[in-house]
């Protein structure tokens, strides 16, 4: 199925986040005249702009012939920048579902009705196809219990690559999911994962190491990482997360020097949505501390990509069976990632209702308590 997508925006000072607040607040301070040149220099990468205006298109989407962009009614590439007043425009042509196979696949249904699908994910389940998993996938699953209508009303008026997906969880993340099951609901609740305003998300994780400190907030802003593109990173140390990973004397004052001080690995303010990084926000709390380990509960304030999965190691303590963040993986051999969306509360889409949904601590976090007490 072919779908072609036209969007027009105009870059407004919301866009900035923060960076415009700044810029306004050192107006306000030193004149009118002092900070109006810098508002107008204040600028993003145009597929960043449209990446926070069309969820449903991912920034590598933006590359090739299935897309062309203007601004100012110019042909332009994605790494061009835009300006506040900047007219921007996106066409998009990409065929979708085309690949999608009802497949008859067991959801554990927390909740369900007209506009929505609540499910507990098991560890292992993909949420949508991708490269190398065509098939046995959430939206399989989602294709066969909902027919072709759902996939057509998806298709035509909201999530172009992903019928119904509003956030995701990775594939060895297990716990509640929401799903959209029209265009409308998709619409309010994509608005609700992406503001972050009204949602509250609770994982629970077990963490390698003793914690020093057992209630804490993490802020810091997260990007890709320069040599792997599929990680993510911090990019703004803070001293007390380098100290409590456990290093002291020269090693710690040598980090610092190179991560800390270096202005080009620390942000000033957050700055949603640049390309220095995006802001990111969570707070942990230590459960149970057990031998080697801990377990976690972390409720995150911001939606970033493996957002807990960096923060703990960012702090020292890595998700325990985390094989792209942790490398002290052979301390607990066999194990599995630990960790799980445990709960999640949204406003319903149609009557506005505050709904929290529960997912109980998978098996695998028994197993593994035990297996820590008997060591």
């Known amino acids: 199925m072919k779908v072609e997508r036209d969007y027009n925006f105009i870059v407004e000072s919301s866009d900035f986040g923060l960076e415009w607040e700044n810029a306004t607040s050192q107006e306000q301070r030193k004149g009118k005249g002092a900070s109006t040149s810098q508002k107008s220099k204040l600028s993003m990468r145009v597929d960043a702009f449209l990446a926070a205006k069309v969820q449903e298109i991912s920034r590598s989407a933006l ?138 998300k609770t994982y629970y994780a077990f963490c390698d190491g003793i914690f020093q400190t057992h209630q804490d907030t993490i802020e810091c802003l997260l990007a890709r990482d320069r040599t792997d593109r599929k990680l993510f990173t911090a990019i703004n140390g803070q001293r007390q997360y380098i100290i409590q990973g456990g290093l002291t004397g020269k090693n710690a004052q040598a980090i610092l020097a190179e991560v800390f001080d270096d202005p080009k690995y620390r942000a000033k303010t957050p700055t949603y949505g640049t390309s220095e990084g995006k802001f990111s926000k969570s707070q942990y709390e230590v459960v149970r501390q057990l031998p080697q380990a801990a377990l976690v509960k972390v409720r995150i304030f911001t939606g970033r990509t493996h957002q807990i999965r960096v923060h703990m190691k960012y702090i020292g303590h890595p998700v325990i069976g985390d094989v792209l963040y942790n490398n002290k993986l052979s301390r607990f051999p066999g194990a599995t990632l630990m960790l799980h969306s445990a709960i999640l509360e949204i406003k319903h889409p149609t009557t506005g209702q505050l709904m929290k949904f529960e997912a109980p601590l998978p098996q695998r976090f028994t197993d593994f308590e035990q297996r820590l007490r008997n060591s």
């Open 63 to 200: 590359t090739g012939n299935s897309c062309s962009i203007t601004i100012n009614d110019k042909s332009a590439k994605k790494s061009d920048k835009v300006y506040l007043g900047d007219r921007v425009e996106l066409h998009y042509v990409a065929n979708v579902f085309d690949k999608v196979t009802p497949q008859d696949i067991p959801l554990d249904i927390l909740y369900e009705d007209s506009d929505m699908l609540v499910i507990n994910k098991p560890q292992g389940l993909i949420v949508h196809p991708g490269a190398g998993n065509p098939d046995g996938t959430l939206v399989n699953a989602l294709a066969f219990r909902y027919g072709q209508t759902f996939i057509d009303e998806m298709a035509d008026q909201c999530d172009i690559s992903r019928p119904g997906i509003v956030h995701r969880l990775d594939k060895d993340t297990s716990g509640v999911m929401v799903i959209a099951l029209n265009a409308r609901a998709h619409a309010e609740l994509s608005q609700q994962f992406q503001s972050h305003e009204e949602i509250n």
